[in-house]
């Protein structure tokens, strides 16, 4: 069984530019996560999807950060325009449901130059 | 503020040894318990999952609960070099919204 695919894996970018990062989660898993980590620290969570809703997204930058999932499989997150406090890596992750694991793509390290 | 806490280390073991790695939560309502491994520059895996108080096995790795302290740990015994990583606590609130801890820096010496 495939896991989450994440892409592109490394971002290299300009401040003011925008940027997006897609995520494809394991087939049947109706949650979809989107956090950001930053070296040292634990992942935070930016939004979180039940199908194609966006039920938690309080942690989301809204000025400049937006994300959707059509259909209730794929996710994309973008960010613009970028600032250099943007740099980290941005995960997305997928689970069946309410309370279950989440797995883990291998993430996208964005750096802002 | 729902909040994960775990000590960030670094927890340093000889071979052999037992790991003990604690993790605490502020939301008495949370249901469920996760615990990852991160190796550095990879995304986390996940380890163990627990839901309700007591301890689960799973080979070398061993999870605790204990709802009433709002307390949750990962030992690991026979500590191995390849178990250093950072090992982070994850809980989910009664929202379904799933929160980290900073994780704990493991390093075990040979």
């Known amino acids: 069984e495939a896991g989450v695919v994440q892409s592109p894996r490394y971002k290299i970018i300009e401040k003011k530019q925008p940027v997006a990062f897609w995520c494809n989660p394991i087939s049947g898993h109706n949650t979809l996560y989107w956090y950001l980590q930053n070296l040292g620290q634990g992942p935070e969570l930016l939004i979180r999807y039940e199908n194609e809703e966006a039920v938690d997204d309080s942690q989301l930058p809204k000025d400049r950060f937006s994300a959707e999932r059509l259909k209730g499989v794929d996710s994309t997150l973008k960010i613009q325009p970028a600032e250099l406090g943007d740099s980290a890596v941005y995960l997305c992750?997928?689970?069946?449901?309410?309370?279950?694991?989440?797995?883990f793509g291998q993430g996208t390290r964005l750096t802002v130059v | 503020q729902k909040e994960v806490e775990q000590n960030s280390g670094p927890l340093s073991v000889p071979e052999g040894a037992i790991a003990s790695l604690n993790c605490t939560y502020s939301d008495r309502v949370s249901q469920s318990f996760f615990w990852y491994r991160q190796y550095s520059g990879k995304s986390p895996e996940l380890i163990m999952s627990?839901?309700?108080?007591g301890d689960k096995e799973d080979g070398r790795f061993t999870a605790q609960l204990n709802k009433a302290s709002q307390y949750v740990s990962l030992l690991i015994r026979d500590s191995q070099p390849s178990d250093s990583a950072t090992y982070l606590c994850a809980v989910s609130y009664n929202n379904n919204d799933m929160r980290f801890g900073a994780g704990t820096r493991l390093t075990v010496k040979p």
């Open positions: 627990i839901y309700s108080n």
């Open positions: 992750a997928s689970s069946l449901g309410a309370e279950t694991e989440a797995f």
